[in-house]
């Protein structure tokens, strides 16, 4: 194999693992970051500080040999917890027993990952660089140094993109002629508020869980953290009726949680300093094509595209980039003009149903999940999986906890859903919905859709 | 009412109208240009020489008085003219009797629409401005002189962008938070050819009509010229089987040709040259939302929303923004940010309209116009149509004849595409399309529908 040298812009998470990658192939590794080092400075990057790892993104984790380091600082949630409006909770498994998504710190992954990256010599990391400019035929990457104040002008065999939803290296390649491109921000913000440890640093909740509040048009999230902390995220629209713009000021917001959110509110007590410094961010979806650019210059992870964070597939579909990307250079060597145009007709599929699935997950998660017949269906889908697992998988499942390509899922998932709304509309279904006659009109669906 | 002062970005044929409007109601106009000025240089600008001009584009130009100097120079097109592969001819009306669209040269109306606004003392137009940058909060707008060499930083009350699919002022809108865009390039792109006048200067295909050779994927077009010529465009993706990638050279233009286009060839004296020298064009739908930013800033036209040609309502779409502008002008008085908030909240889900119809429209036209059961339907619509206007008006009519808004007529053809698909599934419709019948069953469709 020949060794190549190559430029990454963005060591986030995705841009670190890729470092990785490349550096553990015996790569030259240059990887450009906008940020000071997060390992010795503490950043406030103004991104959601809580993420949920799953399936894709652990095999992304193996491939470096570093799930087992990761798993240390990871809390399993292994149901969602729904909290309806008096207090009440219910229930809802994710998966089969043992069955876990994982609660993780962007930061403290984060940095994991640049010291396996750094690992490598060949791998090197600067910080403080701003990406100016991309020459896509040299190929060349412009950084300008926040320290020295100097531009510099980096020649390599390849550049690789992993800088996030606002990607310098995509504003290079959406210069060409017929780039595809779109910048979609979707109706809700999100603010980020807490919930403190107890005093003997235990959690005030039920720990290995992902605690939600839904509540129609709005809702607020709650994922735990190994000091025994929750981050609370609430999703809700910039304007209308039940909206940022409609809560001027802290005794409206105090207002507004006290009526819907009671419970939360009370085991809050920084709510007042945190409503009033946090600021509230915004959700893109990006979509573009193509990703890469003669074989010489290619974007990954969010810089190619973006999602909503409602399925907690982001880093997760990130990751699952660099796993293709390895198997890419398993299978073509040193093409990687061949590569690159092989991973991104393979991959664009995939990230274009994640970015669907990730809104429709959304208005399950706000809405549905405080549903009763919703949590009915879900009841009927998860027996006859654990039934008949070679004829059924949850699309949640299939997302979360399987490697089948999310094109896949989402197809299937289509399929599921026309046979689950004839089961839905069987008379007395809530008293039989468990019983062989259920089980085998599924079957006989099955065979029909 | 209060002047304004108003800086236009790009002088081509939006921008030239919406001078002459703002220029009648007395406000300073400065429009700048990047181009030199098309009335005394020869300006190949690489795009569609011919348009088809119809009843929105008539009404926008009445409204500053011009029609009938462009009537002058326009030629009426009453029918589509298709060519099979055998040469073999068939048509199909537009409209009613008297009701065309009209072929007009994109030059001499541009032209002809400077002249109009420069009538006012108080609109300038400037030449060779490259707009750099746009501050949409002072605003300011910074144009490069290519002829002094000289930056020059225009302050006013408002900045309008009418700078075409790659607006330079739409670059600025993008930059604040939220802001909705995306660029799709078609998989289809085109070639521009000629066929010359008789030596009598007559035309040597039917004059008063437009010509497709509709061939599936791919098709070619001809518009007529008041000099005798025709202005043809091939349209064919730039990729795959069928495609200008797979016409590497000359001969293999020409057997192309000589296999799909055997009667158009043989009018076609200049092809091997024209076919060398005229570049394949791309084909870009452009989306975005907001169009204006705090009442100073808005754009228009191709800037907002450029669509595909083959509605023929690019040109009409975008002088349809200044009519709707005039209304808000006579609504809103001087309050512009409540101007320019209504104007966008109202056009934006007609440009959006006729964006999806437009594409709708190139299906028809190179696939469905040489298809007998297509040409029946129209058909039995004309006939309904005549028989009970105030019940139908086909989906061409709402879009090119009358004055409905898009969005409404993309509607009103849905419903219509649904009651004509059980219209068209009745046995033995070719030989009683015209009966009793089948007007009675189009009465009772349009009543359950």
Not at 228 to 255: D, M, Q, V
Request: charged share 25%.
């Amino acid at each position: 194999m020949e060794k190549k040298k190559i430029t990454i812009a963005g060591a986030g998470l995705v841009g670190s693992l890729l470092a990785a990658y490349f550096g553990k192939k015996g790569h030259q590794v240059e990887v450009y970051e906008r940020r000071p080092d997060m390992r010795t400075t503490l950043i406030d990057g103004g991104r959601s500080i809580n993420l949920a790892l799953s399936n894709r993104g652990w095999k992304a984790l193996d491939g470096v040999g570093i799930s087992e380091e990761v798993r240390k600082m990871a809390i399993p949630m292994y149901r969602r917890v729904m909290h309806a409006t008096d207090g009440a909770l219910s229930f809802q498994p994710y998966g089969k027993e043992n069955e876990a998504i994982y609660s993780v710190s962007r930061g403290g992954l984060n940095a994991l990952l640049m010291r396996e990256a750094e690992k490598h010599e060949n791998v090197q990391i600067f910080f403080n660089q701003r990406c100016e400019d991309v020459n896509t035929s040299a190929p060349s990457a412009t950084f300008f140094s926040e320290e020295t104040e100097k531009i510099k002008e980096i020649e390599s065999d390849l550049v690789f993109g992993t800088d996030g939803a606002f990607s310098a290296i995509r504003t290079a390649l959406i210069k060409n002629d017929r780039y595809n491109y779109s910048q979609h921000f979707i109706e809700h913000g999100y603010k980020e508020l807490s919930i403190p440890a107890n005093a003997d640093g235990s959690h005030k909740m039920e720990r290995e869980a992902l605690h939600i509040w839904p509540r129609g048009n709005f809702m607020l999230i709650a994922l735990p953290n190994p000091d025994g902390t929750f981050t609370c995220t609430l999703f809700l629209a910039h304007e209308g009726e039940y909206s940022f713009e409609n809560i001027p000021n802290l005794a409206s917001a105090r207002k507004f949680f006290e009526t819907h959110f009671s419970d939360a509110l009370n085991l809050m007590p920084h709510f007042d300093k945190e409503w009033v410094e946090n600021p509230v961010s915004s959700l893109v979806i990006i979509r573009c094509f193509p990703w890469s650019k003669d074989g010489k210059v290619a974007i990954l992870g969010d810089a190619s595209h973006a999602i909503v964070p409602f399925y907690g597939q982001g880093m997760n579909s990130g990751f699952e980039d660099c796993t293709v990307m390895a198997e890419m250079m398993a299978k073509h060597g040193d093409d990687w003009e061949s590569l690159l145009k092989d991973f991104e007709q393979q991959r664009k599929p995939d990230a274009d149903a994640i970015a669907d699935l990730a809104m429709r997950n959304f208005v399950e998660m706000r809405d549905l999940t405080g549903n009763p017949e919703f949590l009915l269906r879900k009841k009927i889908e998860a027996r006859f999986a654990a039934r008949h697992p070679d004829k059924w998988m949850p699309l949640y499942s299939m997302v979360t906890f399987s490697h089948i390509r999310y094109s896949e899922a989402l197809k299937e998932g289509q399929r599921q859903d026309k046979i689950m709304e004839e089961v839905m509309m069987i008379d007395g279904l809530a008293d039989k919905w468990d019983s062989e006659e259920i089980e085998q009109k599924m079957i006989s669906l099955l065979a029909s859709k």
